[in-house]
């Protein structure tokens, strides 16, 4: 009986260490794609596909410390940021998982063009998502950005 306990316990263990990373590897690569598709969407101005891509009750703190609650919120000041004429390139270079099934993603972002006022605008920073799945989606649940 002993024997089959270990065994059981021996079993359960191997298999957590070959999911595991099959499960990491896979959220990396399917936030790497809602990168794309975020950053496809910011440079297109679609803040309401925007809207869509963080959760109902997402907190979104931006480099300059404002805090915005809600996606619909959040589509708004995307909004207002496509008054002026800019593009963002993002980079993806971290995806951790939990075991409650969320990944935290952390890159890199350089927002570039011109204010609606004429003036340059170069911002770069770097940002730190908590994404989670809702109906199989990927939806930004937290979203930090930090000044460069």
């Known amino acids: ?3 089959s306990i270990k065994f059981g316990l021996l079993v359960t263990l191997a298999v957590a260490a070959f999911i ?3 499960k990491a590897q896979e959220a990396t690569k399917e936030l790497a794609a809602f990168t ?3 950053q496809d969407a ?3 101005k679609d803040d309401k596909a925007l ?4 959760t109902k009750d997402a907190i979104r703190t931006t480099s300059d410390k404002k805090t915005i609650i809600g996606n619909e919120a959040i589509g708004a000041q995307f909004a207002e940021y496509f ?4 593009t963002i390139e993002i980079k993806q270079t971290k995806v951790v998982t939990a075991t409650d099934g969320t990944a935290t993603a952390t890159g890199t972002y350089h927002v570039t063009g011109t204010s609606k006022t004429g003036e340059k605008i170069d911002r770069q920073g770097g940002y730190n998502n908590k994404a989670v799945k809702v109906k ?3 939806k930004i649940s937290k979203n930090v950005l930090t000044a460069l």
Not at 83 to 86: A, C, H, Q, V
Request: no cysteine; glycine share 4%.
């Open 1 to 3: 009986m002993k024997k």
């Open 20 to 22: 595991n990373p099959l």
């Open 36 to 38: 794309q598709k975020f």
């Open 42 to 44: 910011y440079n297109k």
């Open 51 to 54: 809207k869509e891509m963080y």
């Open 83 to 86: 008054k002026d004429d800019i």
């Open 136 to 138: 199989g989606q990927w």
